[in-house]
């Protein structure tokens, strides 16, 4: 869903300070990302980490002053092996299991490793670069349990993660999804839409395209909230900044709601701001359409 952030929402919550975007393997691969539109209207500042040379140097060729990117690989601060393979989109630092591969269409060769290299990785915790932590995408091939596990001092001030997850695991020891969840619960966050649900076909049948897909998913892109039935235990600025990338990123305009409704309730925005942000959303032509 293409969404955009009106600046008459910027006015009507006044953040102390623009929207603080982390992206851990910024290279889009798979079109613009969520916070695009966001980018755009400079309501948010984004530092993105990428170790790859060549994808460092296409997002540093293309950024505005609002973007930073970093060659770091975020992962628990130890050393590891990154495996390049066939596919771009398969390296990792994990293994590739060649038993799941083979039983889907064309994912052997993808993920046939070509080359290992050495590589340092860095906790979240300890980058100095990242100031505030607001919102937290990350998609970086099944080590993502591994940032979150060495990143919850940061993590406890964001509103937002949108991670991708596996459910049929193709590297070798990968977490799936049940321990993404718990992880991202334990930390005060709860499941709020799927961005993206990546479905292949069973080997042997074999696609007329490689997109073709029937049933099987394979991963996905889910976003995490901040706890919104538990209002209290976020702060000011975490429910404006809640409601911006709700309304921003993913056209959450019910999230974003709730945000403001509790936001007018503690006297930090406006009286009548609930009624201001539901006509802005009805102008933009973007509310929901009855069933």
Known sequence: MTTTTDPRL???????????????????????PPYKEMLRQRTCRLTGFDPHPVA??????????????????????AEHRLRLCRGTGFA????????????F???????????EEPIKTRRLDDVAEIGALDYLKIDIQGSELMVFQNGRSR??????????????PLYKDQPVFGDVDRELRGLGFVPHMFAAINKKMIAPMVPPHPATALNQ??????????????????????????????????GSFDLAA?????????????G???????????????????A
Do not use: W
């Open 10 to 32: 910027i006015d009507l919550l006044a953040p102390e300070r623009l929207t603080e975007v982390v992206d851990i393997g910024a290279n889009p691969l798979d079109g613009d």
């Open 56 to 77: 460092l140097e296409r997002l540093n060729a293309a950024k505005s002053d609002l973007e930073t990117y970093l060659p770091y690989a975020i992962g628990d601060g």
């Open 92 to 103: 990792s630092l994990l293994q590739p299991d060649p038993l799941a591969l083979s039983h």
């Open 105 to 115: 269409p064309m994912f052997t060769e993808l993920g046939q490793v070509l080359r």
């Open 155 to 168: 993590l406890k001030a964001a509103v937002a993660v949108q991670t991708e997850v596996s459910f049929i």
């Open 217 to 250: 998913v394979v991963e996905a892109d889910i976003v995490y909230v901040r706890d919104f039935m538990r209002p209290d235990a976020m702060s000011i600025e975490q429910l404006k900044h809640l409601a911006l990338v709700a309304h921003g990123c993913y």
């Open 258 to 270: 709730n945000c403001i409704h509790h936001l007018v309730r503690r006297r930090a925005v406006q």
């Open 272 to 290: 009548n701001a609930m009624n201001r942000y539901l006509e802005l959303v009805r102008r933009s032509g973007q509310a929901p359409k009855p």
